[in-house]
């Protein structure tokens, strides 16, 4: 039987606020970068950049995360200057295209203000509040909500720290750590969402862990998103490929992860994982029509 997933009200600042629960939302990747893993190049041309998010809108994207700096393991950091260049026209173009919110995906406070000021609502940031102390009081001051990663250490060095006796029991505490940070900088706990951060300072068979107990950090009681897509932990079942060739595996990722009671997945091919999550989401009610 799958676990009943709770449902959540995010306020967004000038939108209507995201419910999440009854269904699962999918966040598309809008990567305006050179070296992103998965895509790096594609969008670095704003005009360019705004019509695949217009695509991704079409396509059924609920929310977009546009990212300015890559943050694969041992990926160079960059100027808030040089990322506030790549992200802000971008963020401006799109908020006047589309109706669904807009997510900045950083971790730092000056360019998290300017993109709010921009037309962003969210703030995803893969530290968890850990890399720059100033982020969540932007993130409070602009009334936005906050995406809390988990992670440890920085870009270089974070596998390194991907040490667990119990993996998912571990995650869970240092995300609420994270939640206490936020907090304690003025952001309302209703205002957060969770992400376990799979490949983040977590080796493949930690990062499946975490995925596979996923529904154990329904007890941090907030909305969790869950980033797979294409991600290097995936060739622990796939083999070594590259990581558009990996596109199906992350279709089971994400079907695992809707299964377990993730509210938002953030992907990189929207089309047809919104297709996936669908027919996952269609399982999860009959469950729960059957245990009624």
């Given amino acids: 039987m799958l676990a009943a997933r709770r449902r959540y009200t995010v306020p967004l600042p000038g939108k ?10 999918v966040m598309g990747i809008l990567n305006v970068t050179p070296d992103s893993f998965a895509d790096g190049g594609r969008h670095l041309d704003p005009g360019a950049a705004v019509e695949a998010g217009v695509r991704m809108a079409a396509d059924g994207a609920d929310l977009i995360d546009i990212g300015g700096e890559s943050t694969r393991p041992g990926a160079e950091p960059v100027s808030a200057d040089e990322e506030r260049r790549r992200v ?7 908020a006047s295209r589309v109706d669904i919110p807009i997510s900045i995906d950083t971790y730092k406070a000056a360019v998290a203000r300017d993109a709010l000021a921009a037309g962003a609502t969210l703030v995803n940031d893969i530290s968890g509040l850990l890399y720059d102390p100033e982020l969540g009081q932007a993130v409070a001051e602009g009334g936005a909500a906050l995406v809390l990663m988990h992670t440890r250490g920085r870009s270089k060095g974070m596998y390194t ?27 309302p706990r209703a205002s957060i969402v969770l992400d376990p ?19 154990e950090f ?3 009681d907030r909305p969790i998103l869950v980033g797979a897509s294409r991600k290097s932990f995936l060739q622990a079942a796939l083999g070594d490929r590259e990581p558009g060739a990996r596109e199906w595996g992350t279709a089971a990722a994400v079907a695992a992860s809707v299964l377990l009671g993730a509210h938002i997945v953030r992907v990189h091919g929207v089309k047809d994982m919104v297709d996936v999550v669908r027919v996952a989401d269609r399982v999860r009610a009959s469950a729960n029509e059957r245990s009624e």
Avoid: M, N, W
């Avoid at 209507?16 to 939302?25: E, N």
């Fill in 218 to 220: 329904a007890t941090l």
């Fill in 88 to 94: 802000l026209p971008v963020i401006e173009g799109l």
């Fill in 161 to 187: 720290l991907a040490r667990y006796a119990e993996t998912a029991d571990e995650v869970a505490r240092e995300l609420a750590q994270a939640i206490g940070r936020a907090e304690g900088s003025g952001v």
């Fill in 16 to 25: 209507a606020p995201l419910c999440l629960g009854a269904r699962t939302l």
């Fill in 197 to 215: 951060g799979l490949g983040f300072a977590k080796r493949a068979e930690h990062s499946f862990e975490v995925l596979a107990h996923l529904e």
